[in-house]
């Protein structure tokens, strides 16, 4: 048992500074592709093509001096960046390992709870700071992201509903021989712009809205807590692709496209921050509220309907 528990011990330490690696790379993507895009070079000076950038970035960050405010609330000022880290890294305890991992029957639910939880970490960050831009910030990313918590929540529920389990693995087996993106391709877009909301990227950035909020619930924070939040961003960024390649592009993690899918999905959150402007708030309530959950709950009732009688038709 105990050398069961050091595997599962040094598996979850490689997944994570994997995890860590990658963020760290996906920050150098994203500045190069947002370079070409505004037909300009990213960075390019600093190792070969610029590729130890996001190590000089970290080094600068982490050595910065720490400037607190004055009026904050300092412990839950400095707990809430800490525990947002946390939080987006524990997400990847659910990913599915075929031994040595926590690989439980009910990952999807542990998903749909550790994510919610990332909300509480954004609303403290913005309230201990004590600073009006910062707490209008996270006023606004805790609405806008319960509200798209609920179309993410039903729309995975109908992909639940097809397949019958709880298992991340699962996908795996049922899509052998179709993809789910092609059988729910109109949910399949819904999730992934729920997603873009879900991790407040653009076109939804709204807490960071640099226009109107300075920089929104991160305003007050510099050095490492600046860093701690922009690598939560990050891992979060990833772990959305891992699971958007698992639920409806094969998810078949044992194949080296299994990644490629992953980069893919990590490009197009990029493309759509170089493409298209910030949302109004209003807006984005109205397409959360009235748009899609009416229809993730009709698709459901379908899928539901569809699930039915293929089991009926079986026995």
Same mark, same amino acid.
């Given at each position: /048992?105990?050398?069961?528990?050091?595997?599962?011990?040094?598996?979850?330490?490689?997944?994570?500074?994997?995890?860590?690696?990658?963020?760290?790379?996906?920050?150098?993507?994203?500045?190069?592709?947002?370079?070409?895009?505004?037909?300009?070079?990213?960075?390019?000076?600093?190792?070969?093509?610029?590729?130890?950038?996001?190590?000089?970035?970290?080094?600068?960050?982490?050595?910065?001096?720490?400037?607190?405010?004055?009026?904050?609330?300092?412990?839950?000022?400095?707990?809430?960046?800490?525990?947002?880290?946390?939080?987006?890294?524990?997400?990847?305890?659910?990913?599915?390992?075929?031994?040595?991992?926590?690989?439980?029957?009910?990952?999807? &639910?542990?998903?749909?709870?550790?994510?919610?939880?990332?909300?509480?970490?954004? /609303?403290?960050?913005?309230?201990?700071?004590?600073?009006?831009?910062?707490?209008?910030?996270?006023?606004?990313?805790?609405?806008?992201?319960?509200?798209?918590?609920?179309?993410?929540?039903?729309?995975?529920?109908?992909?639940?509903?097809?397949?019958?389990?709880?298992?991340?693995?699962?996908?795996?087996?049922?899509?052998?021989?179709?993809?789910? &993106?092609? &059988?729910?391709?109109?949910?399949?877009? /819904?999730?992934?712009?729920?997603?873009?909301?879900?991790?407040?990227?653009?076109?939804?950035?709204?807490?960071?809205?640099?226009?109107?909020?300075?920089?929104?619930?991160?305003?007050?924070?510099?050095?490492?807590?600046?860093?701690?939040?922009?690598?939560?961003?990050?891992?979060?960024?990833?772990?959305?692709?891992?699971?958007?390649? /698992?639920?409806?592009?094969?998810?078949?993690?044992?194949?080296?496209?299994?990644?490629?899918?992953?980069?893919?999905?990590?490009?197009?959150?990029?493309?759509?921050?170089?493409?298209?402007?910030?949302?109004?708030?209003?807006?984005?309530?109205?397409?959360?509220?009235?748009?899609?959950?009416?229809?993730?709950?009709?698709?459901?009732?379908?899928?539901?309907?569809?699930?039915?009688?293929?089991?009926?038709?079986?026995?």
């Amino acid at each position: /048992m105990l050398k069961d528990y050091f595997l599962i011990f040094i598996s979850m330490l490689v997944l994570l500074i994997g995890v860590l690696v990658g963020v760290a790379f996906l920050t150098l993507l994203e500045r190069k592709l947002l370079g070409y895009i505004q037909i300009r070079k990213g960075p390019n000076k600093v190792g070969f093509l610029g590729i130890l950038q996001p190590f000089g970035d970290a080094i600068k960050l982490f050595t910065k001096e720490q400037v607190f405010p004055y009026m904050s609330n300092l412990n839950l000022y400095f707990f809430s960046p800490v525990f947002n880290l946390f939080l987006s890294l524990l997400l990847w305890m659910c990913m599915p390992f075929f031994s040595y991992f926590l690989n439980f029957k009910f990952s999807l &639910l542990f998903f749909l709870v550790v994510s919610s939880l990332s909300v509480y970490t954004i /609303m403290i960050a913005g309230w201990s700071s004590n600073s009006n831009y910062a707490m209008l910030g996270s006023l606004r990313s805790v609405a806008q992201t319960i509200s798209y918590e609920v179309s993410l929540a039903l729309i995975l529920i109908s992909f639940l509903i097809l397949i019958l389990s709880f298992d991340f693995f699962s996908f795996m087996k049922f899509q052998k021989y179709l993809w789910l &993106l092609f &059988l729910m391709f109109p949910l399949c877009l /819904m999730w992934f712009v729920s997603s873009l909301a879900e991790t407040n990227r653009s076109p939804f950035d709204f807490a960071e809205g640099e226009s109107e909020l300075v920089s929104g619930f991160n305003v007050e924070y510099s050095s490492a807590g600046f860093a701690m939040i922009f690598l939560a961003e990050y891992s979060s960024i990833l772990f959305m692709s891992m699971i958007c390649s /698992m639920i409806f592009l094969g998810g078949n993690y044992y194949s080296w496209l299994f990644f490629i899918k992953i980069v893919g999905f990590s490009f197009l959150w990029i493309w759509v921050r170089g493409t298209l402007p910030r949302y109004r708030y209003d807006k984005l309530m109205g397409l959360a509220w009235k748009s899609y959950l009416p229809i993730t709950l009709n698709f459901l009732f379908f899928y539901l309907g569809l699930s039915l009688i293929s089991f009926i038709l079986i026995f």
